[in-house]
Structure formats: C-alpha cells, structure tokens
C-alpha cells in the first residue's frame, strides 16, 4: 500500500492509502489516516476545514499524536485563525 493526498469538494487534504498499483485518482476511495472529525465541536465551515488542514500539515492524525503534541495544536489554531485576523485588519482599512 501507498500513501496518497488529495483534496475534498470543501477543501479538507486528506491522506490515504490505496493500493499500491490503484491510480492516484482512487484516492477518494482510500484507507483515511487524517486528523480526527471536527464537526462536533462546532466551529464555523471555513475556520474547521483551516484548522483540519493545519492539523494535517502537522501530521496530527490521533489521539497519541494530539496528546503528545498540544504545542503544535496550538499553533495549528493560531495559524487557522490568522487569517480571520487579517480579515479583520482588512475590515479597517476598508473605512
């Protein structure tokens, strides 16, 4: 088996595998080995596919790895979030 990215209609990345003579383009269709589901926490769309791909950036994948690794956690939300912030800077210069 092989590991395989691609990239959902939303935008999440997503890591798989497939098998190792399946076309990239069957990856839809792989063993996920990604960053938990964040759907129950709640968040916005777009702040929870940001912070989705920054955890998979990091290759946060599980519970052992998010235990292990809170530090990275926290920058994963601080850069997810430095994009609403630039928004907002954005929003003032606008008046």
């Known amino acids: ?11 999440r990345k997503w890591r798989v595998l497939v098998n190792d003579d399946d076309p990239d383009s069957m990856a839809q269709y792989g063993i996920p080995f990604c960053p938990t589901d964040l759907s ?6 777009d702040f929870e596919i940001r912070l989705h791909n920054q955890l ?14 809170a530090t990275d956690i926290t920058a994963a939300i601080r850069t997810a979030l430095r994009v609403d912030a630039q928004m907002i800077i954005e929003a003032f210069r606008a008046e």
Request: no cysteine.
């Open 40 to 45: 129950d926490l709640g968040l916005p769309l």
């Open 56 to 69: 998979f950036e990091r290759r946060i994948v599980g519970y052992a790895d998010a235990a292990a690794r």
């Open 1 to 11: 088996m092989r590991e395989v990215e691609h990239v959902d209609i939303e935008g």
